[in-house]
């Protein structure tokens, strides 16, 4: 953005309506991230607006201008618009970011897994402990368990602590239900739960998350869970409307490639948008079918084939790039030193993004500043790139890219004002929760107290 942009367009005629605006003021920098999903070198040229006296105009819900103060004063003037209606947030000398997109959660769940944990520090391996009917399947047992009040209070205690973290939107998957009831039951809880905020979701059926025990005992267990999938669960849940998205665990052990299409393809032609954990720890396919089947998102890549790098790269060349979501977190709390060849993506071409991961086993943890810090440190981002990861290409991961993601006019008014004043600072301070002030839509939703 040039500077400052016009307010109207989507202000009202005159700004007399008392708070329904709302200035940042005082910023020190602002990271716009402007001018859509960027893939190759423009992952990492973060374009700041420097200068004394920054300041973000909001009307309503929606971002009216970003500049040095005089410039967006004047602008606000000539919409017709009184200054004295705007309510005010002293920025400090602090970073101005868009607020964060955590594009790949498992927000809802029961019970904790650091026994697991510790099974795996003394050689176990994740899909070993699975097959042995622990891992996902007892974080299953726990939240099959569970009331919807306790998942409910469960999730709303992470969202708080996602807000304190910069995070304004965040995917969530259901997944560990693997029954119709339990399914239904996690959409539903994301579903209250956006209605309730700030926080806004974005809901994905993560059906296919694993086989459950009633299946595994069955000859073709996993065919005919993949098939009560396609002809029973789906179709509820697409005439619900409870999920934009549906997503598969495909992996050597988990869903094969062929089982993965066979579900996607079924979403698909129910209107949901598609995304896979793909190649999380094995080359399985996932990469390649996620360019082929246009999901918006491939997720995990710890181990992708150089096909899949390849088919990633060429989808990335057309007009619907698929997203190449990486969860550092998960790869670091999984202690196998093993992580998503993030520099050969960007040098490919791919539009990289990065997520938490948030799940009981294999990411316990909220903070999209730490997984910036972890895709710094173990994959040789640059902290812009990490920060364009949490961000724009978030936003068109989870294919909202037109509305969050970046501070441009006519925007959602979703924005972070941080301790520091740099982008290299917010993945250097490792571990700590540097958000300030939080505004979502247009209102101040978090201030550190
Ligand atoms: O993305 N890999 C599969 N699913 C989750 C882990 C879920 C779990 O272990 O509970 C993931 O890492
Ligand atoms: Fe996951």
């Given at each position: 953005m040039s500077g400052t942009s016009p307010v109207s367009g989507t202000s009202p005629e005159s700004g007399t309506a008392a708070g329904r605006g709302l200035l940042i003021e005082g910023a020190g920098a602002i990271a716009t991230l402007q001018g859509g999903l960027r893939r190759g070198p423009s992952q990492g040229q973060v374009e700041l607006l420097r200068g004394e006296d920054l300041t973000v105009a909001c009307w309503d819900d929606k971002i009216v201008a970003a500049g040095p103060a005089d410039d967006v004063h004047r602008r606000i003037v000539a919409a017709g618009q009184s200054l004295e209606?705007?309510?005010?947030?002293?920025?400090?000398?602090?970073?101005?970011?868009?607020?964060?997109?955590?594009?790949?959660?498992?927000?809802?769940f029961a019970g904790t897994r650091e026994l697991e944990w510790q099974l795996r520090a003394g050689g176990a391996g994740y899909l070993e402990v699975l097959a042995a009917g622990g891992g996902i399947l007892s974080t299953v047992a726990a939240t099959r368990a569970a009331s919807d009040r306790d998942l409910l209070a469960g999730a709303r205690q992470r969202l708080a602590e996602m807000l304190a973290c910069g995070t304004t939107t965040a995917e969530a998957k259901s997944g560990y239900g693997l029954d119709t009831a339990t399914e239904l039951r996690m959409l539903?809880?994301?579903?209250?739960?956006?209605a309730e905020?700030?926080?806004?979701?974005?809901?994905?059926?993560?059906?296919?998350h694993a086989v459950p025990a009633e299946y595994r005992?069955?000859?073709?267990?996993?065919?005919?869970?993949?098939?009560?999938?396609?002809?029973?669960?789906?179709?509820?849940?697409?005439?619900?409307?409870?999920?934009?998205?549906?997503?598969?665990?495909?992996?050597?052990g988990v869903f094969t490639a062929v089982q993965t299409a066979r579900i996607l393809a079924a979403a698909a032609r129910l209107g949901l948008q598609l995304r896979i954990h793909a190649d999380e720890l094995a080359p399985s396919g996932g990469a390649e079918l996620a360019a082929e089947m246009g999901c918006l998102s491939a997720d995990h890549l710890a181990a992708p084939s150089d096909a899949g790098i390849e088919a990633l790269a060429r989808s990335a060349a057309g007009a619907r790039p698929v997203v190449a979501t990486l969860l550092p977190?998960?790869?670091?709390?999984l202690g196998k030193h093993?992580?998503?060849?993030?520099?050969?993506?960007i040098d490919a071409g791919v539009p990289v993004a990065l997520a938490t991961d948030l799940n009981p086993g294999t990411s316990p943890t909220v903070a999209l500043p730490l997984v910036?810090?972890?895709a710094c440190l173990e994959m040789g981002l640059t902290p812009a790139e990490a920060l364009c990861g949490v961000t724009i290409n978030a936003a068109y991961s989870l294919g909202i890219g037109d509305t969050i993601g970046s501070i441009e006019p006519g925007k959602q008014a979703d924005l972070v004002v941080w301790e520091v004043s740099t982008v290299e600072q917010l993945p250097y301070w490792l571990g700590t929760r540097p958000a300030r002030t939080v505004v979502k839509r247009g209102r101040v939703v978090f201030e550190r107290g």
């Open positions: 209606s705007f309510a005010r947030v002293d920025a400090d000398g602090g970073l101005v970011t868009p607020g964060l997109i955590d594009a790949h959660t498992h927000l809802v539903a809880a994301i579903g209250r739960l956006d905020g700030p926080v806004e979701l974005v809901p994905t059926y993560l059906g296919a005992a069955r000859a073709n267990g996993t065919d005919a869970f993949v098939a009560h999938i396609v002809e029973d669960e789906l179709p509820l849940v697409a005439s619900q409307a409870i999920a934009r998205f549906c997503d598969v665990f495909c992996e050597e977190a998960t790869s670091w709390f093993h992580f998503a060849p993030a520099r050969r993506f910036m810090s972890i």
